[in-house]
Protein backbone atom coordinates (compact mmCIF):
# COMPACT_ATOMS: atom_id res chain seq x y z
CA UNK A 1 0.00 0.00 0.00
CA UNK A 2 1.21 3.23 -0.93
CA UNK A 3 0.63 6.61 1.47
CA UNK A 4 -0.58 9.63 0.10
CA UNK A 5 0.37 12.64 1.87
CA UNK A 6 -1.33 15.74 2.23
CA UNK A 7 -2.86 16.94 -0.81
CA UNK A 8 -1.36 13.99 -2.83
CA UNK A 9 -3.67 12.34 -5.04
CA UNK A 10 -3.38 8.87 -7.22
CA UNK A 11 -4.04 10.36 -11.49
CA UNK A 12 -3.91 7.63 -14.55
CA UNK A 13 -0.96 7.59 -16.54
CA UNK A 14 -2.87 9.16 -19.71
CA UNK A 15 -3.65 6.24 -22.08
CA UNK A 16 -2.09 3.68 -20.04
CA UNK A 17 -3.10 1.13 -16.85
CA UNK A 18 -0.73 2.75 -14.60
CA UNK A 19 -0.94 5.30 -11.53
CA UNK A 20 0.73 8.53 -11.05
CA UNK A 21 1.11 10.56 -7.14
CA UNK A 22 0.60 13.79 -8.25
CA UNK A 23 -0.60 17.27 -6.11
CA UNK A 24 -2.07 20.69 -6.77
CA UNK A 25 0.91 22.24 -4.84
CA UNK A 26 3.99 21.23 -7.63
CA UNK A 27 3.95 21.32 -10.99
CA UNK A 28 2.27 17.69 -12.47
CA UNK A 29 2.79 16.78 -16.00
CA UNK A 30 0.94 18.08 -19.07
CA UNK A 31 0.69 16.50 -22.41
CA UNK A 32 4.25 17.56 -23.15
CA UNK A 33 5.62 14.43 -21.24
CA UNK A 34 3.41 12.36 -23.45
CA UNK A 35 4.14 13.86 -26.62
CA UNK A 36 7.93 13.77 -25.27
CA UNK A 37 7.98 9.69 -24.81
CA UNK A 38 5.87 9.11 -27.63
CA UNK A 39 8.54 11.26 -29.94
CA UNK A 40 11.56 10.11 -28.82
CA UNK A 41 13.89 6.66 -30.21
CA UNK A 42 14.40 4.17 -27.42
CA UNK A 43 15.92 1.26 -27.48
CA UNK A 44 13.25 -2.03 -27.33
CA UNK A 45 15.26 -5.21 -25.13
CA UNK A 46 17.74 -2.73 -23.44
CA UNK A 47 19.98 0.17 -23.39
CA UNK A 48 20.59 2.81 -20.84
CA UNK A 49 18.28 6.16 -20.54
CA UNK A 50 18.19 9.11 -18.83
CA UNK A 51 15.27 11.79 -18.07
CA UNK A 52 16.76 15.15 -17.25
CA UNK A 53 14.54 17.55 -14.69
CA UNK A 54 12.38 14.33 -14.26
CA UNK A 55 10.00 16.19 -11.75
CA UNK A 56 7.17 13.37 -10.51
CA UNK A 57 8.82 10.27 -12.75
CA UNK A 58 5.92 10.92 -16.17
CA UNK A 59 8.32 10.14 -18.41
CA UNK A 60 10.17 7.40 -16.98
CA UNK A 61 7.10 6.12 -16.27
CA UNK A 62 5.86 6.22 -19.70
CA UNK A 63 9.43 5.31 -21.54
CA UNK A 64 9.37 2.41 -19.23
CA UNK A 65 5.83 1.01 -21.49
CA UNK A 66 8.39 1.52 -24.27
CA UNK A 67 11.43 0.13 -23.54
CA UNK A 68 12.88 -2.46 -21.72
CA UNK A 69 16.09 -0.64 -20.76
CA UNK A 70 17.09 0.72 -17.47
CA UNK A 71 15.56 4.51 -16.55
CA UNK A 72 17.08 7.17 -14.12
CA UNK A 73 15.37 9.72 -13.75
CA UNK A 74 17.64 13.07 -12.35
CA UNK A 75 15.44 16.34 -10.13
CA UNK A 76 16.88 18.94 -7.84
CA UNK A 77 13.69 18.95 -5.90
CA UNK A 78 13.54 15.96 -2.70
CA UNK A 79 9.48 16.27 -2.92
CA UNK A 80 9.26 15.35 -6.12
CA UNK A 81 11.98 12.60 -5.94
CA UNK A 82 10.02 11.05 -3.24
CA UNK A 83 6.56 11.46 -5.47
CA UNK A 84 8.33 9.67 -8.28
CA UNK A 85 10.01 6.87 -5.94
CA UNK A 86 6.78 6.44 -4.48
CA UNK A 87 4.97 6.14 -8.29
CA UNK A 88 7.63 3.34 -9.69
CA UNK A 89 7.00 1.49 -6.56
CA UNK A 90 3.53 1.73 -6.80
CA UNK A 91 3.55 0.47 -10.77
CA UNK A 92 6.05 -2.15 -9.54
CA UNK A 93 9.21 -0.79 -11.83
CA UNK A 94 11.51 -1.13 -9.35
CA UNK A 95 13.85 -3.43 -10.84
CA UNK A 96 13.60 -1.37 -14.17
CA UNK A 97 13.12 2.92 -12.72
CA UNK A 98 14.71 5.41 -10.55
CA UNK A 99 14.75 8.71 -9.59
CA UNK A 100 17.70 10.20 -7.70
CA UNK A 101 17.98 13.76 -6.48
CA UNK A 102 20.53 15.67 -7.92
CA UNK A 103 21.47 19.18 -9.94
CA UNK A 104 21.06 19.04 -13.63
CA UNK A 105 24.11 20.40 -14.12
CA UNK A 106 26.18 17.84 -12.29
CA UNK A 107 24.04 14.68 -14.17
CA UNK A 108 27.50 13.43 -15.69
CA UNK A 109 29.64 13.56 -12.25
CA UNK A 110 26.80 11.73 -10.83
CA UNK A 111 25.86 9.23 -13.74
CA UNK A 112 28.73 8.64 -15.38
CA UNK A 113 30.18 10.02 -18.63
CA UNK A 114 29.42 8.45 -22.22
CA UNK A 115 27.35 5.34 -21.12
CA UNK A 116 23.83 6.24 -21.75
CA UNK A 117 22.26 5.78 -25.10
CA UNK A 118 19.31 7.93 -24.70
CA UNK A 119 18.67 11.18 -22.87
CA UNK A 120 15.36 13.05 -22.89
CA UNK A 121 14.26 16.45 -21.18
CA UNK A 122 11.41 18.43 -20.36
CA UNK A 123 13.14 21.60 -19.39
CA UNK A 124 11.69 24.99 -17.95
CA UNK A 125 10.39 26.76 -20.98
CA UNK A 126 10.86 30.08 -19.26
CA UNK A 127 13.61 32.51 -18.64
CA UNK A 128 14.27 33.07 -15.40
CA UNK A 129 13.66 37.44 -15.17
CA UNK A 130 9.78 35.94 -16.66
CA UNK A 131 9.47 34.37 -13.00
CA UNK A 132 6.56 36.50 -11.04
CA UNK A 133 5.18 36.57 -7.67
CA UNK A 134 1.86 34.78 -9.90
CA UNK A 135 3.86 31.59 -9.22
CA UNK A 136 2.51 30.97 -5.50
CA UNK A 137 4.48 27.93 -5.07
CA UNK A 138 8.16 27.33 -5.57
CA UNK A 139 8.01 23.96 -6.92
CA UNK A 140 6.33 25.94 -9.79
CA UNK A 141 8.65 28.33 -10.49
CA UNK A 142 11.59 26.06 -10.43
CA UNK A 143 9.79 23.56 -12.79
CA UNK A 144 8.34 26.34 -15.25
CA UNK A 145 11.33 28.96 -15.35
CA UNK A 146 15.32 28.69 -15.47
CA UNK A 147 16.47 30.19 -12.09
CA UNK A 148 18.59 26.47 -11.24
CA UNK A 149 18.77 25.47 -14.65
CA UNK A 150 18.94 27.23 -18.20
CA UNK A 151 18.77 25.02 -21.80
CA UNK A 152 22.20 25.15 -21.47
CA UNK A 153 22.91 23.38 -19.10
CA UNK A 154 20.04 20.64 -20.12
CA UNK A 155 21.80 20.41 -23.49
CA UNK A 156 25.43 20.18 -22.02
CA UNK A 157 24.71 17.65 -19.61
CA UNK A 158 22.48 15.68 -22.84
CA UNK A 159 25.64 15.73 -24.05
CA UNK A 160 27.93 14.58 -21.29
CA UNK A 161 25.78 11.60 -20.41
CA UNK A 162 25.75 10.36 -24.18
CA UNK A 163 27.51 7.63 -25.61
CA UNK A 164 29.16 8.67 -29.47
CA UNK A 165 25.78 8.11 -31.43
CA UNK A 166 23.48 8.57 -28.61
CA UNK A 167 19.84 10.12 -29.16
CA UNK A 168 18.82 13.07 -26.80
CA UNK A 169 15.46 14.51 -27.21
CA UNK A 170 13.58 17.88 -26.10
CA UNK A 171 10.01 18.78 -25.76
CA UNK A 172 10.50 23.08 -25.84
CA UNK A 173 8.48 26.05 -27.47
CA UNK A 174 8.70 26.83 -30.99
CA UNK A 175 10.26 29.95 -29.84
CA UNK A 176 13.01 28.70 -28.57
CA UNK A 177 13.88 26.73 -31.88
CA UNK A 178 17.35 28.27 -33.16
CA UNK A 179 18.44 28.53 -29.25
CA UNK A 180 18.16 24.71 -29.28
CA UNK A 181 19.37 24.20 -32.48
CA UNK A 182 22.74 26.51 -31.87
CA UNK A 183 22.85 25.05 -28.34
CA UNK A 184 23.03 21.63 -29.67
CA UNK A 185 25.25 22.21 -32.03
CA UNK A 186 27.79 24.18 -29.93
CA UNK A 187 27.69 20.84 -27.49
CA UNK A 188 27.93 18.16 -30.05
CA UNK A 189 24.72 17.07 -30.94
CA UNK A 190 23.24 17.01 -34.48
CA UNK A 191 19.39 17.58 -34.63
CA UNK A 192 18.07 15.04 -36.67
CA UNK A 193 14.35 15.13 -36.52
CA UNK A 194 12.00 17.91 -35.61
CA UNK A 195 8.24 17.70 -35.06
CA UNK A 196 5.38 21.09 -34.32
CA UNK A 197 2.51 20.50 -32.23
CA UNK A 198 -0.33 22.41 -32.93
CA UNK A 199 -3.38 22.83 -29.82
CA UNK A 200 -6.05 22.82 -33.07
CA UNK A 201 -6.14 22.79 -36.84
CA UNK A 202 -5.54 26.61 -37.73
CA UNK A 203 -4.36 27.16 -34.71
CA UNK A 204 -0.09 28.14 -34.30
CA UNK A 205 2.14 25.66 -33.19
CA UNK A 206 2.80 25.78 -29.24
CA UNK A 207 4.71 22.74 -28.85
CA UNK A 208 8.48 21.68 -30.26
CA UNK A 209 9.76 18.24 -30.09
CA UNK A 210 13.53 18.01 -31.13
CA UNK A 211 15.87 15.41 -31.28
CA UNK A 212 19.49 15.15 -32.20
CA UNK A 213 22.37 12.50 -32.00
CA UNK A 214 25.94 13.11 -30.51
CA UNK A 215 28.72 13.96 -33.53
CA UNK A 216 26.22 12.85 -36.21
CA UNK A 217 26.34 14.08 -39.77
CA UNK A 218 24.02 17.22 -40.58
CA UNK A 219 20.52 16.21 -41.74
CA UNK A 220 17.60 17.41 -40.25
CA UNK A 221 13.99 15.58 -41.06
CA UNK A 222 11.08 17.47 -40.29
CA UNK A 223 7.70 15.59 -39.26
CA UNK A 224 4.76 16.12 -40.49
CA UNK A 225 2.64 19.06 -38.13
CA UNK A 226 0.95 16.99 -34.78
CA UNK A 227 -2.16 18.53 -34.39
CA UNK A 228 -3.74 17.50 -30.65
CA UNK A 229 -7.36 19.01 -30.55
CA UNK A 230 -10.19 18.53 -32.79
CA UNK A 231 -12.42 21.66 -33.55
CA UNK A 232 -15.11 20.18 -30.22
CA UNK A 233 -11.99 19.59 -27.92
CA UNK A 234 -11.97 16.13 -28.32
CA UNK A 235 -8.67 14.50 -29.03
CA UNK A 236 -7.68 14.10 -33.07
CA UNK A 237 -6.47 10.45 -34.22
CA UNK A 238 -2.95 11.49 -34.06
CA UNK A 239 -3.39 12.18 -30.43
CA UNK A 240 -6.01 9.10 -29.77
CA UNK A 241 -3.48 6.67 -31.17
CA UNK A 242 -0.90 7.43 -28.67
CA UNK A 243 -3.00 7.01 -25.88
CA UNK A 244 -4.08 3.88 -27.16
CA UNK A 245 -0.60 2.65 -28.00
Same mark, same amino acid.
Given at each position: ???? /? +? ?9 ? +? ?5 ? =????? #????? &????? #? &????? !? ?9 ? /? ?21 ? !? ?8 ? !????? +? ?27 ? =? ?5 ? +????? /? ?19 ? !? ?9 ? $? ?6 ? *????? @? &????? $????? =? ?6 ? =????? *?????? @? *??? $? ?6 ? @???? #? ?9 ? $? ?8
Amino acid at each position: MIEL /N +EDERLDHLLGR +EGRIIQS =PSVFS #FSLDA &VLLSN #F &VWVPI !RQGKLVDLCAG /NGAIPLFLSYRTSGSITGIEIQP !RLVDMATRSI !RLNER +EDQLSVIEGDVKQAAELLGHSRYDVVTCN =PPYFLAH +EASSR /NMSEHYTIARHEVLCTLEDCI !RSASELLKQGG $KTAFVHRP *ERLLD @I &VTLMR $KHRIE =PKRMQLVY =PKEGK *EANTLL @I *EGT $KDAKPGLK @ILPP #FVVYEADDTYT $KQMQDILDA
